[in-house]
């Protein structure tokens, strides 16, 4: 799947798996300053040129003035990047754990934040505590720690089971070892340095992050990448028999080789080939890889399975097949995978025993092609599981979920159990009703006093909501106010109490403190209070802008071009309007956004980009087309093969209906999307010519039969043109006729008709969509006299969400808009 969210990040959310980021939205997508935007008139001057050659299609050439900006284009970069600042200097909340406090009153909190350094070109790593405590009359008390304090270095933390150990996990730089710390209350209790030739890096984020403490807390469980394959080493006389041994010692007579070239899991798991499971001891300190998984499956997501006193110790995790072509993971749901058992290794006198133990895996799902977030019941009596098998059937990249659980033993060997429904696929939610599940990450502990009530994130058409779930009825209750058009993300839980966070696109984020009323109740009542955070100037100032928008979520009936579309398909699409609070005698100039995917979504959460942009004095009218999730999975399948007509089409009576309706001026509207959103911005300018005065495409899919043979996800290709017989039609070696739907699908298609200016912006380490779609698509509108403006980033993947790059990005939108829009 490409990118799954444009530009709608939340700032302050749990760590999540749409993460890049960026919700451009959790889709796959520029002349480039190669230094920091903005210094000096004299250093904009050196780098910016305006083409003359507009005046070829009718836009005046800048003045001659050497190779300067006009006097309003640099102003509006002095004044956008200032205000601009203030919103990337936000902190974001990452994740939160909660901890019993010393003294029996109220609850420890910690916080993960994150905070872009533009000057440094990286995400400072925040820790922030807090005690939560409510008075008699059920009133917050709120006590923070005075200041955040900076964990340089460190790739992950986790608390243990009990709150009363800290694992930090530091992955090396170059040849050094991986530095497990593990710390106490008041102190580093204990270091450990795990050398390259056991295992690489751990794995910090994505699918196939996993790291689980043991009940006892003395070992932990772990996915690392599995030691490189040795490489041949020659010397002035070839081939040296013994360059295989581990020594790391320099040689300068020789050197070695390439060896055979190995499959890499595609964007953002560059070097990334074999995740494998190990287990530490605390206590020792001895690291043991897990026996009996091999090289046929990389795994993820480990959990400890429940222990039972005198037997052995068991592992669950999530295993995909990795001795065939490994195909892109992150943002795609639509990969096979399991869940499996393994043994635990042994530690001790009993290690010796760890070659002569059965150590055969089971695959305790088996009766389904898709399995992932294994949790077990507090009780340890079941095993529940979320699946998205509905990828697997379409192939499709996100689809609706379903949760399942199966009954667990702790007697004997574990074995394959009948898979029990909890929730099935909802196919066609009734209106205003639950569109089924959409949970890309869950706590490692989701579970209310009752020990079969989940807590979890999932999303509600254009809104992010927060679910209840009874694993042993199936009911499924949104527990955040059904009135509220906000989002909500999950953080953590304090026993029945929830905190969680709750923005919109004009409202900051506020963390809440959720309280269960009526816990016997059939029809439970949440109350949910907010927990005052200290908060800083740019946040005071970002507050202030965004206290003059305002935004409504609309619901357009779609038009059918089709008498044959599914009850779901033919329910209206939604968009999100932001606009001035301020009635004006003329619209302001509107930006219509567009997410990835395409089964991705916007959220009505706040985010700094889109606040920005609404902040200069832009409308906002963020499409969710038919394709996206949120609405049921008939909806989302509806898409499939219709790419480049059906959620073109959609975009357009969107962009109808708020012209209708007076908050548009036809001949003031720019679109910008990333990704597959950027399919849909050059698909646009090139079908609907005079609809729209500039364009900003983030990493664009612009011609597939370029891509299919570069991307890391080809079967997107297939199965986005040509529906589920993609899946079947899969091949390496496309056929002329292949190529030529590619083509009838790609933006490239209308290029003659192109005349908007149009904004690039390129990760030059993209491999979900490469570079060379978008350059080769900017080129051929050069070749033909549109404007356009082209920046490459040469160290960004897909998001381009390095913050210099975020911050030129966004800057070089905002000042492209204005000139065109104005």
């Not at 960026?22 to 040129?49: D, Y």
């Amino acid at each position: 799947m490409l990118l799954r969210y444009i530009t709608n990040t939340p700032i302050l959310t749990p760590q999540s798996y749409y993460s890049y980021s960026t919700l451009i939205t959790q889709s796959p997508f520029s002349l480039h300053f190669p230094k920091p935007l903005l210094r000096s008139s004299s250093q904009l001057r050196t780098h910016v040129r305006i083409r003359s050659r507009m005046d070829a299609v009718g836009v005046s050439p800048a003045k001659e003035s050497t190779v300067g900006l006009d006097s309003f284009i640099e102003d509006e970069y002095v004044s956008q990047s200032k205000l601009y600042k203030e919103f990337t200097s936000l902190s974001t909340i990452d994740k939160a754990w909660t901890f019993k406090s010393s003294n029996g009153v109220g609850t420890r909190i910690m916080f993960s934040m994150s905070q872009p350094n533009l000057l440094a070109n990286k995400k400072k790593k925040l820790m922030l505590s807090s005690v939560i405590s409510e008075d008699s009359n059920g009133a917050l008390n709120v006590e923070w720690s005075p200041f955040p304090m900076e964990v340089t270095g460190a790739s992950l933390m986790v608390p243990s089971p009990s709150g009363s150990k800290l694992l930090i996990v530091r992955n090396p730089e170059n040849d050094s070892p991986t530095l497990f710390e593990i710390w106490g209350l008041s102190q580093l209790e204990k270091e450990i340095r795990v050398p390259q030739s056991v295992h690489g890096s751990v794995y910090a984020d994505g699918w196939f992050e996993g790291v689980s403490w043991s009940s006892d807390e003395s070992l932990i469980a772990y996915v690392a990448e599995e030691p490189a394959v040795r490489k041949p080493t020659f010397n002035d006389f070839g081939y040296k028999k013994d360059g295989g041994s581990d020594s790391t010692d320099k040689d300068c007579s020789s050197w070695k080789g390439q060896g055979d070239w190995e499959d890499e899991w595609g964007e953002a798991y560059v070097g990334k080939r074999q995740p494998a499971l190990f287990v530490l001891n605390i206590n020792s300190g001895d690291v043991r890889a897990v026996n009996g998984i091999g090289r046929s499956l990389s795994v993820g997501q480990v959990v400890w399975a429940p222990t039972v006193n005198g037997l052995h110790e068991y592992l669950v995790f999530v295993g995909w097949p990795s001795d065939t072509r490994k195909f892109g993971m992150i943002y795609c749901y639509n990969r096979p995978c399991a869940i499996y058992v393994v043994k635990a290794p042994l530690f001790g006198s009993d290690s010796t025993d760890n070659a002569k133990d059965d150590v055969s895996l089971v695959n305790v799902s088996r009766d389904t092609s898709n399995a992932f977030l294994p949790r077990f019941t507090p009780d340890g009596k079941f095993l529940v599981f979320f699946s998205a098998k509905s990828c697997i059937d379409t192939g499709a990249h996100s689809a609706t979920q379903s949760l399942h659980k199966i009954e667990w033993t702790n007697e004997g060997a574990p074995s394959p159990s009948k898979i029990i429904d909890v929730v099935p696929v909802v196919m066609c939610p009734e209106d205003n009703c639950f569109p089924g599940m959409y949970c890309f990450d869950v706590l490692s502990k989701p579970w209310l006093s009752d020990g079969c009530t989940m807590i979890l994130s999932s999303i509600w058409g254009s809104t992010g909501v927060i679910i209840s779930v009874n694993v042993l009825s199936g009911k499924v209750s949104r527990i955040t106010p059904s009135d509220s058009t906000h989002s909500w993300s999950l953080l953590s839980l304090d026993g029945n109490n929830v905190l969680a966070v709750s923005s919109s696109l004009t409202d900051v984020p506020q963390i809440k403190y959720g309280s269960l009323d009526e816990v016997e109740s059939k029809d439970a009542t949440w109350r949910w209070l907010d927990v005052m955070k200290p908060t800083s100037e740019s946040q005071e100032k970002v507050k202030s802008l965004l206290s003059s928008l305002k935004f409504d979520i609309f619901k357009i009936p779609v038009k059918n071009g089709s008498h044959n579309l599914s009850k779901g398909a033919s329910k209206p699409i939604e968009a999100i309007y932001v606009s001035s609070k301020t009635k004006r005698d003329a619209c302001d100039p509107m930006i219509v956004i567009l997410h990835g995917g395409p089964h991705g979504v916007s959220l009505s959460s706040f985010s700094k980009s889109l606040g920005f942009l609404a902040s200069v004095g832009y409308s906002l009218l963020i499409v969710n087309y038919r394709g996206s999730i949120g609405f049921g999975e008939e909806a989302l399948q509806s898409l499939l093969g219709k790419i480049g007509s059906q959620d073109v089409n959609d975009v357009l009576t969107a962009i109808d209906h708020a012209i209708d309706m007076g908050l548009a001026n036809p001949s003031k509207i720019a679109v910008l999307g990333g990704s597959h959103g950027g399919f849909l911005t050059t698909h646009l300018i090139g079908q609907a010519p005079d609809k729209f005065a500039a364009a900003a495409a983030r990493n664009p899919v612009c011609n597939l039969g370029l891509m299919v043979g570069t991307s890391d996800i080809p079967d997107w290709c297939f199965v986005e043109t040509f529906g589920t017989e993609g899946i079947s039609s899969y091949t390496e070696a496309q056929t002329p006729q292949i190529l030529s739907a590619f083509h009838e699908k790609s933006p490239m298609s209308h290029i003659s008709h192109v005349k908007t200016p149009t904004l690039f912006l390129l990760g030059a380490k993209d491999l979900r969509v490469p570079v060379t779609n978008g350059l080769q698509y900017a080129r051929a509108l050069k070749e033909k006299g549109v404007p356009v403006k082209l920046i490459v980033f040469p160290e960004d993947n897909h998001p381009i969400s390095r913050p210099q790059s975020d911050f030129e990005s966004f800057v070089n939108i905002g000042v492209w808009f204005k000139k065109y829009c104005k």
